[in-house]
Protein backbone atom coordinates (compact mmCIF):
# COMPACT_ATOMS: atom_id res chain seq x y z
CA UNK A 1 0.00 0.00 0.00
CA UNK A 2 0.82 3.34 -1.31
CA UNK A 3 1.18 6.24 1.47
CA UNK A 4 -0.75 9.52 0.85
CA UNK A 5 1.55 12.66 -0.38
CA UNK A 6 -1.05 15.04 1.57
CA UNK A 7 -0.74 17.61 5.01
CA UNK A 8 -1.47 15.07 7.68
CA UNK A 9 1.54 12.99 6.48
CA UNK A 10 3.55 16.35 6.36
CA UNK A 11 2.09 17.29 10.58
CA UNK A 12 2.55 13.70 11.26
CA UNK A 13 6.46 13.63 10.51
CA UNK A 14 7.17 17.31 11.48
CA UNK A 15 5.19 16.34 14.96
CA UNK A 16 6.97 12.96 15.30
CA UNK A 17 10.65 14.63 14.69
CA UNK A 18 9.89 17.43 16.99
CA UNK A 19 9.39 15.38 19.97
CA UNK A 20 12.09 13.34 19.53
CA UNK A 21 15.62 14.37 21.62
CA UNK A 22 18.25 14.48 18.90
CA UNK A 23 21.42 12.37 19.76
CA UNK A 24 24.23 14.60 18.45
CA UNK A 25 28.04 13.61 18.26
CA UNK A 26 30.18 16.73 18.53
CA UNK A 27 33.65 14.71 17.93
CA UNK A 28 35.89 17.67 16.55
CA UNK A 29 38.33 15.13 14.48
CA UNK A 30 34.73 13.91 12.07
CA UNK A 31 34.49 15.95 9.95
CA UNK A 32 30.34 17.49 9.67
CA UNK A 33 28.34 17.03 6.28
CA UNK A 34 24.64 17.08 5.71
CA UNK A 35 22.00 15.02 3.68
CA UNK A 36 18.73 16.14 2.29
CA UNK A 37 15.60 13.33 2.65
CA UNK A 38 13.13 15.34 0.38
CA UNK A 39 9.72 13.76 0.28
CA UNK A 40 7.87 14.59 -2.97
CA UNK A 41 4.53 13.08 -4.47
CA UNK A 42 5.22 10.25 -7.23
CA UNK A 43 3.26 7.80 -9.73
CA UNK A 44 2.93 4.16 -9.12
CA UNK A 45 4.71 2.45 -12.41
CA UNK A 46 6.43 5.27 -13.52
CA UNK A 47 9.57 3.49 -13.15
CA UNK A 48 9.29 0.25 -14.90
CA UNK A 49 12.38 1.25 -16.83
CA UNK A 50 16.07 1.95 -14.47
CA UNK A 51 17.17 5.00 -16.69
CA UNK A 52 20.98 4.37 -15.56
CA UNK A 53 23.49 2.27 -17.04
CA UNK A 54 23.49 -0.43 -14.59
CA UNK A 55 26.16 -2.91 -15.99
CA UNK A 56 28.80 -0.25 -16.15
CA UNK A 57 27.35 1.26 -12.67
CA UNK A 58 28.19 -1.93 -11.06
CA UNK A 59 31.21 -2.75 -13.14
CA UNK A 60 31.54 -6.30 -12.65
CA UNK A 61 31.26 -5.79 -8.78
CA UNK A 62 30.00 -9.06 -7.14
CA UNK A 63 25.92 -8.41 -6.41
CA UNK A 64 24.36 -10.40 -3.67
CA UNK A 65 21.69 -12.97 -3.87
CA UNK A 66 19.67 -12.76 -7.21
CA UNK A 67 20.01 -8.77 -7.28
CA UNK A 68 20.68 -6.66 -10.11
CA UNK A 69 21.42 -3.54 -8.71
CA UNK A 70 18.27 -1.97 -10.84
CA UNK A 71 15.91 0.28 -8.99
CA UNK A 72 12.34 -0.51 -10.47
CA UNK A 73 8.55 -0.37 -9.33
CA UNK A 74 9.51 1.39 -6.54
CA UNK A 75 7.65 4.66 -6.99
CA UNK A 76 3.85 5.53 -5.99
CA UNK A 77 2.11 7.98 -3.46
CA UNK A 78 4.65 9.64 -0.86
CA UNK A 79 8.61 9.41 -1.82
CA UNK A 80 11.89 10.54 -0.91
CA UNK A 81 14.59 11.18 -3.30
CA UNK A 82 17.53 8.83 -3.84
CA UNK A 83 20.57 9.32 -6.12
CA UNK A 84 22.55 6.62 -7.65
CA UNK A 85 26.20 8.18 -7.28
CA UNK A 86 28.90 8.29 -10.18
CA UNK A 87 31.56 5.55 -10.02
CA UNK A 88 34.09 8.77 -10.82
CA UNK A 89 34.18 10.03 -7.82
CA UNK A 90 36.65 10.34 -5.66
CA UNK A 91 34.94 9.09 -2.64
CA UNK A 92 31.72 6.53 -2.05
CA UNK A 93 31.83 6.47 -6.24
CA UNK A 94 28.92 3.92 -7.20
CA UNK A 95 27.01 3.85 -4.14
CA UNK A 96 23.69 4.56 -2.94
CA UNK A 97 23.23 8.09 -1.04
CA UNK A 98 20.85 11.04 -0.51
CA UNK A 99 21.61 14.49 -1.51
CA UNK A 100 24.21 15.84 0.94
CA UNK A 101 28.03 16.71 1.15
CA UNK A 102 29.92 18.44 3.81
CA UNK A 103 29.91 21.45 5.40
CA UNK A 104 30.96 24.84 3.80
CA UNK A 105 32.47 27.26 6.24
CA UNK A 106 29.97 29.11 7.95
CA UNK A 107 27.50 26.95 6.75
CA UNK A 108 24.75 24.97 9.53
CA UNK A 109 23.19 21.67 8.57
CA UNK A 110 20.11 23.04 7.32
CA UNK A 111 21.95 25.50 4.41
CA UNK A 112 24.27 22.53 3.63
CA UNK A 113 21.24 20.08 2.90
CA UNK A 114 19.70 22.78 1.13
CA UNK A 115 22.72 23.97 -1.09
CA UNK A 116 23.60 20.26 -1.82
CA UNK A 117 20.02 19.46 -2.67
CA UNK A 118 20.30 22.25 -5.31
CA UNK A 119 23.86 21.72 -6.56
CA UNK A 120 22.86 17.50 -6.94
CA UNK A 121 19.33 17.51 -7.96
CA UNK A 122 18.54 20.65 -9.52
CA UNK A 123 16.22 21.51 -6.67
CA UNK A 124 15.72 24.49 -4.25
CA UNK A 125 13.33 24.60 -1.73
CA UNK A 126 13.43 27.42 0.58
CA UNK A 127 13.93 26.94 4.62
CA UNK A 128 10.27 26.51 5.29
CA UNK A 129 10.23 23.15 3.90
CA UNK A 130 12.15 21.82 6.56
CA UNK A 131 9.75 19.46 8.98
CA UNK A 132 12.87 18.33 11.60
CA UNK A 133 16.45 16.85 11.42
CA UNK A 134 17.17 12.94 12.07
CA UNK A 135 19.98 11.84 14.67
CA UNK A 136 23.51 12.21 13.93
CA UNK A 137 25.38 9.23 12.22
CA UNK A 138 29.35 9.40 12.37
CA UNK A 139 30.43 7.33 9.77
CA UNK A 140 33.78 5.11 8.99
CA UNK A 141 34.61 7.42 6.64
CA UNK A 142 35.29 10.71 9.37
CA UNK A 143 32.23 12.34 8.80
CA UNK A 144 29.43 13.30 10.99
CA UNK A 145 26.28 13.05 9.13
CA UNK A 146 23.06 15.35 10.08
CA UNK A 147 20.18 14.06 8.10
CA UNK A 148 17.34 17.25 7.17
CA UNK A 149 13.96 15.85 6.05
CA UNK A 150 12.62 18.35 3.78
CA UNK A 151 8.80 19.05 2.50
CA UNK A 152 9.26 19.42 -1.32
CA UNK A 153 5.55 19.98 -2.02
CA UNK A 154 4.97 18.05 -4.92
CA UNK A 155 6.35 15.98 -7.75
CA UNK A 156 9.37 18.56 -8.32
CA UNK A 157 10.76 18.86 -11.27
CA UNK A 158 14.53 16.92 -11.09
CA UNK A 159 17.92 17.82 -12.80
CA UNK A 160 20.32 15.99 -11.66
CA UNK A 161 23.96 16.92 -12.00
CA UNK A 162 25.86 14.57 -14.61
CA UNK A 163 29.50 14.98 -12.43
CA UNK A 164 27.95 13.60 -9.24
CA UNK A 165 25.09 11.67 -10.02
CA UNK A 166 23.56 8.93 -12.48
CA UNK A 167 20.14 8.90 -11.99
CA UNK A 168 18.05 10.11 -9.02
CA UNK A 169 14.67 8.03 -8.02
CA UNK A 170 11.38 8.60 -6.57
CA UNK A 171 11.30 5.53 -4.12
CA UNK A 172 7.95 5.44 -1.95
CA UNK A 173 7.80 5.45 1.78
CA UNK A 174 6.24 2.79 1.61
CA UNK A 175 9.48 0.51 0.27
CA UNK A 176 11.18 1.17 3.73
CA UNK A 177 8.24 -0.97 5.33
CA UNK A 178 8.56 -3.86 3.36
CA UNK A 179 8.05 -7.16 5.09
CA UNK A 180 12.11 -8.39 4.56
CA UNK A 181 12.66 -4.84 5.86
CA UNK A 182 15.69 -3.80 7.59
CA UNK A 183 17.84 -6.87 7.38
CA UNK A 184 21.08 -7.62 9.90
CA UNK A 185 24.15 -8.81 9.12
CA UNK A 186 27.34 -9.50 10.40
CA UNK A 187 30.98 -9.47 9.20
CA UNK A 188 34.02 -10.26 10.95
CA UNK A 189 36.11 -7.00 10.91
CA UNK A 190 33.35 -5.16 13.37
CA UNK A 191 30.79 -6.55 16.64
CA UNK A 192 28.12 -4.42 15.12
CA UNK A 193 25.19 -5.80 13.18
CA UNK A 194 25.49 -4.15 9.39
CA UNK A 195 22.11 -2.80 8.38
CA UNK A 196 20.67 -3.44 4.79
CA UNK A 197 17.38 -1.94 3.34
CA UNK A 198 16.29 -3.63 0.25
CA UNK A 199 15.09 -1.69 -2.10
CA UNK A 200 13.93 -2.64 -6.00
CA UNK A 201 16.55 -5.00 -7.02
CA UNK A 202 19.57 -3.63 -4.46
CA UNK A 203 20.39 -3.17 -0.65
CA UNK A 204 20.86 0.16 0.45
CA UNK A 205 23.59 -0.48 3.44
CA UNK A 206 24.70 2.54 6.17
CA UNK A 207 25.21 5.19 6.22
CA UNK A 208 22.13 5.63 3.36
CA UNK A 209 20.60 2.60 5.00
CA UNK A 210 20.88 3.65 8.82
CA UNK A 211 19.28 7.50 8.15
CA UNK A 212 16.64 5.36 5.83
CA UNK A 213 15.48 2.97 8.47
CA UNK A 214 15.17 6.05 11.09
CA UNK A 215 13.02 7.60 8.49
CA UNK A 216 11.02 5.28 8.82
CA UNK A 217 11.09 4.23 12.85
CA UNK A 218 10.88 8.27 13.51
CA UNK A 219 9.61 9.74 10.84
CA UNK A 220 6.77 7.37 9.91
CA UNK A 221 6.83 5.35 13.08
CA UNK A 222 7.06 7.76 16.43
CA UNK A 223 9.88 5.51 17.24
CA UNK A 224 12.47 6.43 19.02
CA UNK A 225 15.45 3.99 18.59
CA UNK A 226 18.84 4.97 17.71
CA UNK A 227 20.21 3.93 14.65
CA UNK A 228 24.22 5.39 15.04
CA UNK A 229 25.20 1.43 16.47
CA UNK A 230 24.67 -0.02 12.62
CA UNK A 231 27.42 -0.45 11.42
CA UNK A 232 28.66 0.25 7.40
CA UNK A 233 29.86 -2.49 4.84
CA UNK A 234 33.52 -2.42 4.49
CA UNK A 235 33.54 -1.21 0.77
CA UNK A 236 32.22 2.12 2.62
CA UNK A 237 34.77 2.90 5.36
CA UNK A 238 36.97 4.76 2.96
Not at 68 to 76: A, I, L, T
Amino acid sequence: MTISYDDALRDRIRANLAGHVRRTFTDTAKRRAAVAITLVDSHVGEDRVDPAPVEDWIAGRPMPESLDGRMVDVSGGASFLLCRRASRLNSHAAQWALPGGRLDPGENSVDAALRELHEEVGVELPGSSVLGLLDDYPTRSGYVITPVVLWGGGRLELHPSPDEVVAVYRVGLHQLQRADSPRFIEIPESPRPVVQIPLGNDLIHAPTGAVLLQLRWLGLEGRGDAVDHLEQPVFAWK
